[in-house]
């Protein structure tokens, strides 16, 4: 079992990645600003912030993998990309890096172009799209000692369409996962199960891939 810690443990995606790691019998640091009154039973939940790499990378000493799961959005838009690259310089070689993007960055069709480029991409999520896509970028030009992957959510990935953990999902590689009806969606639930998928069995070593139904 791994010693895993999510940074923004408490937010939407953050919580169901401890989640469905707790429930895998892993270990689990649930790091965010604060403590929440609810906890997922069986995780240790510890205070720290992305925006102090250096106190934070002290607290994460022993950890296997880190999660970050902290979006570009509020008062968080423009201190994200910033602190995840000195976050992945200041962790030890042997710690890989999970990062959970957002759907702009992902492809339309092999061969592009990107979400975040189309005429129906929505001008107010373009500020955080954009950061996103160029965490994915510093990632990509790490020294090829350091691990990590990239996950995209799908289109309709948020706590505004929650849905229900259903164990599975398709991996996408490049692409966007859009279903028969058109539509690109997966549940938060869901969404873990891919994190820990991927942590216990590697399938995208410094890359990324998309997720969906």
């Known amino acids: 079992m791994a010693r ?3 940074i923004g443990g408490t937010g939407y995606a953050g919580s169901h990645i401890v989640t469905e790691a707790v429930r ?9 600003r604060t403590v929440p009154g609810e906890r997922v039973e069986g995780a240790t939940y510890i205070e720290g912030t992305l925006l102090d790499v250096p106190s934070l990378v002290a607290e994460l000493e022993g950890v296997d993998l880190v999660v970050v799961a902290v979006p570009a959005r509020g008062d968080m838009l423009g201190k994200v990309r910033p602190a995840v690259a000195q976050l992945v310089a200041g962790l030890p070689e042997t710690v890989r890096v999970g990062v959970i993007g957002g759907a702009g960055g992902s492809l ?5 172009p990107r979400l975040i480029d189309t005429d ?9 799209a954009r950061e996103a896509v160029e965490i994915l970028d510093d990632l990509s030009e790490t020294p090829i000692s ?7 959510p799908a289109g309709g990935f948020g ?11 398709r991996d996408g ?6 279903g028969a009806d058109g539509e690109s969606f997966l549940s938060g639930a869901d ?12 399938k995208h070593p410094r890359g990324r891939f998309t997720v969906g139904y």
């Open 191 to 202: 969404l873990g199960v891919a994190v820990i998928d991927e942590i216990e069995s590697p």
């Open 120 to 128: 129906g991409f929505t001008e107010d999520y373009k500020p955080e």
């Open 146 to 152: 350091r691990d990590w992957f990239y996950i995209h």
């Open 24 to 32: 895998r019998g892993h270990t689990v640091v649930s790091v965010a």
């Open 159 to 169: 706590v505004w369409a929650p849905g229900e953990r259903t164990g599975s999902y």
């Open 173 to 178: 590689g490049d692409v966007l996962v859009v």
């Open 108 to 112: 339309v069709a092999e061969g592009g």
């Open 4 to 6: 895993i810690a999510v």
